[in-house]
């Protein structure tokens, strides 16, 4: 019998151990299932679909902490019988710890997948499918593209897993019955070892992967050329980051050698790499026929513009597979998502406190992040300012006209919330604004909210509400159905990575890769316009010239720098992304640390009292925080393995 068959994954295997006896414990007599699992085509395609099966569900809010560890949203109370804070909204409270870490990727419990088990998984079917005199029915084209769909995914674990943790073991081959007791207590790799081996596995991968889906039917969510290559770019583009990229902050995490796990020297070479294969990414994924989403085009429907270019960005995320789609997560719970996020539209929606409850709230500090409608920050927009709209942006006015599209004629509402790039309207609900869809699809018949206490989207006897006055518009598909009989709420694949996201961090790699004092590259402009103008936005240099305070930002590095941050933040808003781009920017723990979460107070009837800005929670947020923990058992059965700083 082939030994190597029996084989264990050495984290997992370190995690069970508590003694040298118990290491052949683990393994189970699992001899036939494994042959049986590679003996035909059938079978093996199902162990394919296993190695898949681990991909994080990046639209389950307690499972992704991207959606809820930060302070995108927040929720009326900690725990009830909708979710715990055990899971990733514990992270946002405070409730990190080492004891039994929340999100425990590397052991697979508390909100996490067990990714070194995914890893295992993939190893197997390798090694496996890699022989010709296994599943011999499988045509070699097959065999190669599976292979290299499961070495994606392998690569694709190991990303998760340092995003997380930062240096992590490499798991290249599952460890044979016979390892020792010291070959199972693994070492972590350091930061730049684990970068390249993704990137190489990658490289070894990519030419054996489709350029797009042939079989939509039954192959939709599969990895292509553009999702693995844009894997690459995240891992470079992370890598080439200020939290990975000669962060002295880490100067005194060393291996056993006594060598920092994380390279000590600043690097713009990082950004050149990051940027070319950004590029790499780009180009492949339009050349198979990936663009950025196009409300009009698609839903063959007219609206007005600015409603129009609301919907763009809203359909962009809950259009099932759309073309902007480059890879997304086909299981993503979605549907239970919606309904988190779904304010009541009309009285009869009171009793559909399931499917209506309204309380995945993104807070203010989301809503004033958005642009004006001149395609400039509200803080330094020479009308917001000139007009007192920015100073007195808490204050009241009347809705007009004008408005109309977007909230509620004659509905009096924050001036926050008037006069906002389209975008603002396709992420936001709130009280007064207008929601497009759900059997209303006249822009002159739409549903608007009415969020103050005791209205129909507001605060009432129910225990559902949004605890800031916002609402996740954007997550949900504009064409469910919840009506007095009957309800339809479709899911769809939430985005793991989508064209916008690729272009903005292009334009971010460029610009980082120049040297300081030199010209600003022209692509930078084209790349980051190009997003903004699905939005209805003039280009960056025409909208700071034109309405901003600071008119020459764009002319520089450190001033493209922070718009391309500020644009990456809206045109990325509530879908898990900002979270981990604060944390590789380092500025998770001045953006988070003894801040006040904040929203309005949406206990009061009248709209003056609505209207005052309500301090929620204060959040903490330490050095120590910027790196997942490792649990404490697997240090102490694993002697060879360190923790993480400040843990």
Not at 20 to 45: G, K, Q
Not at 255 to 270: A, H, I, L, V
Not at 297 to 303: P, Q
Not at 397 to 424: C, H, I, M, S
Request: hydrophobic share 35%.
């Amino acid at each position: 019998m082939n030994m190597k068959i029996r084989e264990i994954l050495a984290v997992l295997a370190v995690s069970a151990l508590c003694g040298c006896t118990d290491f052949l414990d683990v393994v189970p007599d699992n001899i036939a299932t494994i042959e049986m699992a590679f003996n035909n085509r059938a079978n093996a395609e199902k162990y394919l679909a296993t190695c898949y099966a681990r991909v994080p569900l990046y639209g389950n809010q307690h499972e992704n902490p991207g959606l809820t560890a930060g302070n995108d949203i927040w929720y009326y109370t900690m725990e009830d019988h909708y979710f715990s804070n055990t899971w990733a909204f514990g992270i946002a409270n405070g409730l990190q710890n080492v004891s039994d870490p929340i999100n425990n990727y590397w052991d697979g419990v508390k909100g996490g997948k067990p990714l070194y088990q995914a890893i295992r998984d993939c190893n197997i079917f390798i090694e496996n499918v890699s022989d010709r005199n296994r599943v011999t029915d499988l045509n070699e084209t097959d065999r190669r593209r599976w292979i290299a769909e499961t070495k994606t995914l392998k690569a694709y674990y190991h990303f998760y897993l340092f995003q997380l943790y930062g240096p992590i073991p490499i798991v290249d081959v599952n460890l044979p019955i016979s390892a020792t007791e010291e070959e199972v207590r693994i070492k972590r790799d350091k930061v730049e070892t684990v970068v390249n081996y993704i990137v190489n596995l990658i490289d070894e991968a990519t030419g054996d992967l489709p350029l797009k889906i042939q079989n939509e039917a039954t192959e939709m969510g599969r990895l292509t050329q553009p999702a693995a290559l844009a894997i690459k770019a995240k891992t470079l583009l992370l890598a080439a980051s200020p939290l990975f990229n000669g962060n002295t902050d880490y100067a005194n995490f060393k291996d056993w050698d006594g060598e920092p796990y994380f390279p000590q020297e600043y690097s713009t070479n990082k950004w050149k790499l990051a940027a070319d294969a950004c590029e790499e990414a780009l180009k492949t994924a339009i050349e198979a026929g990936h663009g950025l989403y196009n409300f009009k085009e698609e839903s063959l429907t007219n609206l007005p513009d600015g409603l129009m270019y609301s919907m763009n960005v809203r359909q962009a995320v809950t259009e099932r597979f759309n073309r902007e789609l480059v890879w997304g997560c086909g299981k993503s719970y979605t549907r239970d998502l919606q309904c988190h996020c779904q304010p009541r539209l009309a009285a009869y929606q009171i009793e559909k406190e399931y499917t209506c409850r309204g309380m995945y709230a993104p807070t203010l500090d989301i809503a004033e992040m958005f642009y004006s409608s001149n395609g400039v920050p509200i803080e330094e927009d020479k009308e917001w300012i000139s007009s007192n709209g920015y100073s007195e942006r808490y204050q009241v006015a009347t809705a007009t006209e004008a408005d109309k599209y977007f909230v509620k004629e004659g509905y009096q509402t924050a001036k926050l919330n008037l006069n906002r790039e389209p975008r603002f309207y396709g992420t936001l609900g709130f009280d007064g604004a207008s929601w497009y869809g759900h059997g209303k699809n006249n822009p002159d018949d739409l549903y608007y909210l009415e969020a103050k206490k005791g209205q129909v989207s507001g605060q009432s006897s129910l225990a559902l509400y949004s605890i800031t006055g916002y609402y996740a518009k954007k997550l949900i598909y504009y064409k469910n159905i919840i009506s007095q009989t009957s309800e339809v709420i479709e899911e769809y694949p939430f985005p793991i990575v989508r064209l916008a996201d690729l272009y903005l961090m292009y334009a971010e790699a460029l610009n980082e890769a120049t040297d300081n004092g030199e010209f600003v590259p022209t692509e930078v402009y084209t790349n980051i316009d190009i997003v903004r103008e699905r939005s209805g936005l003039e280009g960056v240099i025409d909208s700071w010239k034109k309405y901003s305070t600071s008119p020459n930002k764009p002319s520089t590095k450190e001033g493209m720098r922070e718009i391309i941050r500020r644009e990456r933040q809206i045109e990325l808003a509530l879908e898990g992304i900002r979270y981990h781009d604060l944390r590789r920017w380092k500025l998770a723990k001045s953006t988070y640390n003894n801040t006040f979460v904040r929203g309005w107070s949406i206990d009061q009837e009248n709209t003056e009292d609505y209207y005052v800005v309500r301090n929620i929670a204060q959040k903490k947020y330490s050095q120590k925080d910027y790196l997942w923990p490792v649990k404490y058992d697997d240090i102490i059965k694993n002697p060879n393995l360190k923790q993480n700083p400040g843990w």
